[in-house]
């Protein structure tokens, strides 16, 4: 078998194993997803206050989850499971399971991947708060298009990184 079409058929059963383990288990059992909008929230937040700008405090609504976040006279921006980044995180550890390479690079390359992108996803929610903040009618475009494009890029750049300074494929091919 060709080492693409085992990648293929590997990196689908992992994929398939992950949605069926998120679709019915995870996503109610645990609420990953609010955990993760939570934290997002926490660290674009911290960023925005960070540089200054005065934040609309929600901290005070008991017993939910925090999926909304405003700059003070702003109508602010909400987070959703599908802006979580939850599932680009699972096609990341996919990819770099899936593509050979030494298990000692992944323990480290997967947990920095992971918050890389996590970080990023933080960064793309502060600046689409201070987009709103702007011009609310500039959100939609940049969420979907722009925001989109610079964070599979990075991810796209990562997989190039474990390709070429990791896997297997790359040794073989320059031996």
Not at 63 to 89: E, K, S, Y
Not at 103 to 112: C, E, G, L, M
Not at 115 to 129: E, G, P, W
């Amino acid at each position: 078998m060709s080492p693409f079409i085992r990648f293929l058929l590997f990196a689908s059963v992992l994929y398939l194993g992950w949605y069926g383990a998120y679709e019915f288990y995870l996503k109610e059992r645990t609420h990953i997803d609010q955990y993760v909008i939570d934290n997002l929230v926490f660290l674009a937040e911290g960023m925005l206050r960070a540089i200054g700008f005065d934040l609309v405090d929600f901290s005070q609504i008991d017993g939910q989850w925090r999926n909304h976040m405003a700059i003070v006279n702003t109508p602010g921006v909400t987070i959703g499971a599908p802006c979580d980044g939850i599932v680009l995180f699972a096609l990341f550890v996919v990819f770099v399971v899936a593509f050979p390479g030494p298990w000692k690079h992944r323990a480290w390359f997967i947990p920095s991947g992971l918050f890389i992108i996590h970080l990023l996803n933080a960064m793309r929610v502060a600046a689409l708060t201070i987009i709103v903040y702007w011009n609310e009618k500039w959100l939609s475009f940049n969420h979907d298009y722009t925001f989109t494009i610079v964070v599979y890029s990075v991810v796209m750049v990562l997989w190039w990184w474990w390709i070429n300074g990791f896997s297997d494929i790359r040794k073989k091919a320059s031996a």
